[in-house]
Structures are given as C-alpha cells and as structure tokens.
T-cell receptor, first 114, second 115 residues
C-alpha cells in the first residue's frame, strides 16, 4: 500500500526565516511525486512534479528536491503570503493497481509571521 | 485557459438524502478524478474516469458513484447521506498521457454539510 508521511505537521516561521518541509514515501514504483499548496476553503494548487531521484524544481522562493525515499520543499526567505498548507502526493506506476490515483500526505501547515 | 470548475460550491443536506456534484475539467483534459477531504482523513481518492469509463476506484462504499459524459464533464453522486459524508469534495483533471507523470489540477471543491 502506498504511504506518504509529511513532517512537521505545523511550522511557524518569521518572515525571512528559511526552512524545509519533509515528505517521506513508500510506493510500489514511483511514477511521480507532486507538491501542492492549499489555502483554507480552496482546492489544492499545483506547485511541482518530480519523478526521478536527484531531480530539483524551483519556483520563486520554493525549491523541491527528490530522493528515493523522500522529498523536501525548501522555502527561502518566506513571506506572509506563503502561509498555507503544503501537500505532498505520490502516483504509482501504471502497472500497479493504484495507478493514476494520488496518495496524499496529511500536509504541513505553514504560518509565516511578519 | 480556464481551470477546473465545480458546482455547486456549497451544499447543505439532511441524512438520508442524496446529492449530485458536477465537475468540468480543463479544456482538452480527458481524465477526471474525485477526492474527499476531511480534517480527520485528509485527501482520499474516490474514483477516476476516462472516456466515460471508470478506470480506478478507491475504498469507499457503493453509495458513492460517478459518471463521465462524452464532453469529459463528470458528476458524482452520494446516496443515503450520512453525517460522516460532510466534507470538501474535490475534482481534478489531467491530460492522461502515458509518457509523463499525470499532473492533476484541482477545482475549488464543493463543500457538503450533512445535518
């Protein structure tokens, strides 16, 4: 069974204080790992797709990295508008029974204080 | 390009009733997936449709069903509502190619409250 564990559950940072969020996963053949941002009462907003160990993607203050067992979302010099819940999800290979569905972690609730 | 749209955005129902939610995918996307999000269980996969056929199904009771139309629009139905069905129901669409990971793009969700 595919599993995703995110840590920490909640994180409070001062504006400009860089940090990292962790996503550990077990999956029967990784087809893709996804990071989403979710604001209260809204649907998840796509951030990054990663699919091979060593891959890195960047967008503004965010950088996502991937190893064979985990992914990190690095936030550099965050601003209050970066406050949100960050969700990690995995997608298994097409040959598996769970193909195409996303298995989500429980998320990290990030608060950036001004 | 317009994003995924879902209607209605909010619903209040009573136990025993049934409800139908609608989802219009991004233009050109042929795969539609549905997820349930609750504070206790997080985001859980319900089912996925492609070319009007259900390709994959999560671990939900048969009260949860769906369908997809020829224009890729999808509906999900919940019959005999229970209090525990109160949740945010999210629809996601993707291109569904075989070559790359299928990035799914989510709609704003339908907030269902069962009284």
């Amino acid at each position: 069974e595919d599993q995703v564990t995110q840590s920490p559950e909640a994180l409070r940072l001062q504006e400009g204080e860089s940090s990292s969020l962790n996503c550990s996963y077990t999956v029967s053949g990784l087809r893709g790992l996804f990071w989403y941002r979710q604001d209260p009462g809204k649907g998840p907003e796509f951030l990054f797709t990663l699919y091979s160990a060593g891959e890195e993607k960047e967008k503004e203050r965010l950088k996502a990295t991937l190893t064979k067992k985990e992914s990190f979302l690095h936030i550099t010099a965050p601003k209050p508008e970066d406050s949100a819940t960050y969700l990690c999800a995995v997608q298994a290979r097409l040959t598996t029974g769970s193909a195409r569905q996303l298995t989500f972690g429980s998320g990290t609730q990030l608060t950036v204080l001004p | 390009k317009a994003g995924v749209t879902q209607t209605p955005r909010y619903l209040i129902k009573t136990r025993g009733q049934q409800v139908t939610l609608s989802c219009s995918p991004i233009s050109g996307h042929r795969s539609v997936s549905w997820y349930q999000q609750t504070p206790g269980q997080g985001l859980q996969f319900l089912f996925e449709y492609f070319s009007e056929t259900q390709r994959n199904k999560g671990n939900f009771p048969g009260r949860f069903s769906g369908r997809q139309f020829s224009n890729s629009r999808s509906e999900m139905n919940v019959s005999t509502l229970e209090l525990g069905d109160s949740a945010l129901y999210l629809c996601a669409s993707s291109l569904s190619t075989l070559r790359t990971p299928e990035t799914q793009y989510f709609g704003p969700g339908t907030r269902l409250l069962v009284l």
